[in-house]
T-cell receptor
Framework: DGGITQSPKYLFRKEGQNVTLSCEQN?????MYWYRQDPGQGLRLIYY???????QKGDIAEGYSVSREKKESFPLTVTSAQKNPTAFYLC????FGEGNDEQYFGPGTRLTVT | AQSVTQPDIHITVSEGASLELRCNYS??????LFWYVQSPGQGLQLLLK??????LVQGIKGFEAEFKRSQSSFNLRKPSVHWSDAAEYFC?????????????FGQGTTLQVKP
């Protein structure tokens, strides 16, 4: 089955540690996205990538980093510089990264930092 | 600035009753409009989308939405709600002029269904 996988579903870390969230897609989509979801705030874009080896900052990129070394993979690292990292993180992909693209979402990773 | 507003944070309806979830957007270019649904702790699933043509669009699970350019709205409707429709609903807008595929999401409306 084609789709997007995110692992793990739940992740716990101590404050001050970097943590990497995995996102893999087998839809052969060009574009991939990372969102952060907090209660009552909808989805906020962290980073996006339209092509391998290229990515752009979204609205809330501070404290996060990404890489896009392979078309199917777009891992997100939450660094110790992110002041409030506890949140639900969603990865998405779209076929071409164009304005009318439907985005397909993974099941999400809930990160808790204490 | 581009924005999407979902005026109702929380809505409760009785099972079998009709439903309308509101969405207003502010966008200078020709918009592409989407409605997504999210069950608790899950990712988002596309319900329907509007690009052009007939302003009344049909989606999955019996949902429909109507694009009204004069009101900058794209409200989601369902004639008869089922208990399984309880979820969070997000309206989103993309742009014809965008070459990034970025979507702007509203804050979401949580739907509760009473038996």
């Amino acid at each position: 089955d084609g789709g997007i996988t995110q692992s793990p579903k739940y992740l716990f870390r101590k404050e001050g540690q970097n943590v990497t969230l995995s996102c893999e897609q087998n839809l052969n989509h060009d574009a991939m996205y990372w969102y952060r979801q907090d209660p009552g705030q909808g989805l906020r874009l962290i980073y996006y990538s339209q092509i391998v080896n290229d990515f752009q900052k979204g609205d809330i990129a501070e404290g996060y980093s990404v890489s896009r070394e392979k078309k199917e993979s777009f891992p997100l690292t939450v660094t110790s510089a992110q002041k409030n990292p506890t949140a639900f993180y969603l990865c998405a992909s779209s076929p071409f990264g164009e304005g009318n693209d439907e985005q397909y979402f993974g099941p999400g990773t809930r990160l808790t930092v204490t | 600035a581009q924005s999407v507003t979902q005026p109702d944070i929380h809505i409760t309806v009785s099972e079998g009753a009709s439903l309308e979830l509101r969405c207003n957007y502010s966008y200078g270019a020709t918009p592409y409009l989407f409605w997504y649904v999210q069950s608790p702790g899950q990712g988002l699933q596309l319900l329907l989308k509007y690009f052009s043509g007939d302003t009344l669009v049909q989606g999955i699970k019996g949902f429909e939405a109507e694009f009204k350019r004069s009101q900058s709205s794209f409200n989601l409707r369902k004639p008869s709600v089922h208990w399984s429709d309880a979820a969070e609903y997000f309206c989103a807008v993309g742009a014809l002029s965008s070459n990034t595929g970025k979507l702007i999401f509203g804050q979401g409306t949580t739907l509760q269904v009473k038996p």
